[in-house]
């Protein structure tokens, strides 16, 4: 299978770092960057084909993976309108929605909507995925490779959904790396040297993480038993529940969720007013 990216930032790379081993060799794959430096990383990197513009060889992909910002978006639909035919379609942007970027590629159907997370790196990376009507079993099954080199991957019935699983999971790293600081801060405060923190609060998440996904008991039940009676757990749980830490993670998430359909509607059509000059 042949996939180029269209972007190689963060999240190209973490996708091609998933694939490479897995479903793809490096001259499997090509990136459409046009950021210099960026092309040279990936090469060193990675040592897959890097060009500045979609030129006829990188179009010649199986599969074209939308990589670029939500705001970048119409610029690199509007390049590759009437040069697809067959090939299948995926954007990984955050909030736009597939009947918009059909428009911007003149119609074209054979799209799937997919949003990844940054772990897909190191193959463990989730992933929810939505399709068009229109691409048949055999495109769903390429998605799926793609997205199952990177990770686990969740289909959602509902194009909408996308938006709560960018809340959850394609964020979500960021949740948690946040989590990973303010231990290691934590860390710092009590003694600890940097690399000493830094094994402490990792090995913890990492085992908890583990212990949480081996367990068949749900995290509360799993946090109850850390949790002694008159002990230091409870201590410290009893501060985070007075600074609101589940309340503001909630609140996070959901914020997150409206941001990804603020961006859907800000820079889809659907936002464009009647006679506006950049409708297209
Ligand atoms: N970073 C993350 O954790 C996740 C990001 N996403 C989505 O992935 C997409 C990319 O995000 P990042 O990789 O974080 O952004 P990024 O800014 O790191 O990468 C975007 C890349 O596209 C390049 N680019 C811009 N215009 C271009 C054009 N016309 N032709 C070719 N390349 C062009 C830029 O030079 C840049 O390297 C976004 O739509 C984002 O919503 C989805 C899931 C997670
Ligand atoms: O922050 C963002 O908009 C992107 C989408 C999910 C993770 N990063």
Redesign the pocket.
Known sequence: MKVTF???????TALIGGLLGKEARADDIAV????EA?RMRLQQRFGVRCHATPDGEALAGDVLVL????Q??R??CA?LKGRVREQLIIS???GLHLADISGWLGGYRHLVRA????PALIGAGMSGLFALPEVPDAGRQMAERILQAAGSTLWVADEAQLDAV?AIS?SG?AYVFLLIEAMQAAAGELGFTSAQARQLALKTVLGAAQLAAQSGDDAAILRERVTSKGGTTEAALKVMEARGVKAGIIAGAQAACAQSRVLGEQLGDRAQKPGDPSAT
């Not at 990589?67 to 939500?70: E, S, T």
């Open positions: 269209l972007g190689g930032g963060n999240m190209a459409v960057e046009i950021s960026a990589a670029v910002k939500p970048q978006m610029e690199v390049l990984i942007a955050a949003m990844p997370n940054t960018t394609g790293p």
